[in-house]
């Protein structure tokens, strides 16, 4: 059997035992107990419902992951590749366009297999905890600008990256290079052209909060592009807060929710912490390591593109580049998922340090902590999270570890 098939298989197979396994260690960590710091945050209620959105949401991931695994098997193995390849093939003599009909029925198909599972998620179990404040219009139009944007913007980064593996020399690091321009300039266009179709941006409002906030970036010297308050509340009560882009297009969002629910210091300790990142220069060092990252794939990428074999495993008995740069992606996983791993143990770090910006500059590690636990419950966050799943998914620490390392400047302020 083909060698590069076995390995694929196996890591598929693989994956889906790790995530099985965690999440059902994640499961059993739950406590009845409400821990010392939500006493009196938390009722009894209150936190058991926490809980049983933590239940549901795993027993729908895993029985999701159990479609998708054999799906995705039955796809591999009966030939749905070569199917897709002979169609790409049928619509055009030119290999981009193939590319592009190659990998716009990939998509469709997973939009189309995927849409069940979003609904369920949406007006289901989102539903059932109060969250869900998505219309069936907003949905469809989500759905719908995603996909202009695959078009508008995928498409075309699909297609420069194929002409230039056919046709100029060390492809791999031109295509990098592209890429990475490219890159930069969507972070920097995002907040102004593609966040806003999804959410409208209003400047928040003269008053105290926008006096306070001011006045604090004031104080760290840091100049703000924009403070913006945005409708999350029109698909989820739940509560965040971002900083998005950089240079003259960076822009400070809240949600509609957070302002709602919270003090004007709690908000000012939010929005210290977003001001930490940048301070800090965690948000450059992100840039950084993810342009490099990608450098590495590229050049990996290109001591497989050429394989037979790994175009047998799928069931194409030429090399089509196109179909070449999807398949790379089952390779590639196990190293994604260890770059996602140490990026994790990174942006925990960072997490860390944007709450000690917060604390040692507002003088008020008392009103981040209040923050979060109110996001906490508001959010039915999960307060227990077994170590395992800490490790391998999450991007900030569990917030008792975070309480906890405030409190400490909580001591220091005290004496």
């Known amino acids: 059997m083909n060698g590069y098939l076995i390995f694929i298989l196996a890591l598929l197979v693989f994956s889906w035992l790790i995530s099985l396994i965690v999440e059902t260690l994640n499961v059993r960590n739950l406590s009845t107990e409400i821990p010392a710091e939500f006493q009196g945050v938390y009722d009894d209620e209150k936190y058991a419902q926490s809980q049983r959105y933590l239940k549901d949401n795993t027993r729908f991931g895993q029985v999701q992951a159990g ?4 799906l995705t098997i039955a796809f591999i193995l009966l030939g749905g590749f070569r199917w897709i390849n002979n169609l790409a093939q049928a619509a055009s003599e030119h290999m ?12 469709l198909i997973g939009q189309i297999i995927g849409l069940p599972f979003s609904i369920y998620s949406t007006f289901v179990i989102e539903e059932k905890y109060g969250f869900n404040k998505t ?3 907003t949905f469809v139009l989500d759905i719908l600008k995603g996909l202009l944007l695959t078009v508008l913007l995928g498409a075309p980064i699909f297609a420069l990256i194929l002409w230039i593996f056919s046709s100029v020399a060390n492809a791999w690091l031109w295509a990098w290079g592209a890429l990475s321009v490219i890159q930069l300039f969507i972070l920097f266009i995002a907040p102004v052209v593609i966040l806003p ?8 409002e003269a008053g105290e909060l926008r006096s306070e906030i001011e006045e604090f970036a004031d104080a760290q010297k840091y100049k703000l592009s924009g403070i913006f308050k945005i409708d999350g509340s029109k698909r989820s009560t739940k509560s965040n807060a971002y900083f998005t882009g950089f240079g003259k297009t960076k822009r400070i969002a809240l949600f509609d ?3 709602e629910k919270h003090t004007t210091g709690e908000l000012v300790g939010v929005l210290a912490h977003e001001i930490g990142h940048c301070k800090l220069g965690h948000i450059k060092k992100s840039i950084v390591i993810s342009l490099a990252s990608s450098l590495m794939m590229f050049f990996i990428l290109s001591l497989f593109i050429t394989k037979g074999g790994l175009y047998a495993a799928f069931g194409i008995d030429s090399t089509p580049l196109y179909a070449g740069l999807i398949f790379f992606g089952f390779l590639y996983a196990p190293i994604s998922m ?4 140490a990026g994790n143990i990174l942006s925990r770090k960072h997490e860390f340090e944007a709450d000690a910006f917060a604390a040692e500059t ?3 590690p008392g009103e981040m902590i209040s923050a979060l636990k109110k996001l ?3 959010n039915l966050s999960n307060l227990t999270p077994h170590p395992l799943k800490v490790f391998l998914e999450y991007s900030h620490p569990p917030v008792l570890e975070r309480i906890k390392a405030l409190r400490g400047f909580e001591t220091t302020n005290s004496h």
């Not at 981009?96 to 998509?107: A, E, M, S």
């Not at 179709?197 to 928040?204: A, M």
């Not at 260890?338 to 791993?341: E, N, Q, T, V």
């Open 338 to 341: 260890i770059l996602g791993i």
């Open 197 to 204: 179709l999804f959410n409208k941006f209003t400047p928040l």
């Open 67 to 70: 479609i998708m695994l054999p």
């Open 362 to 364: 507002t003088n008020e």
């Open 376 to 378: 906490s419950v508001d």
């Open 96 to 107: 981009i366009v193939q590319g592009l009909v190659f990998g716009g029925i990939l998509i």
């Open 135 to 137: 219309t069936w219009k």
């Open 257 to 259: 929710t957070l302002i």
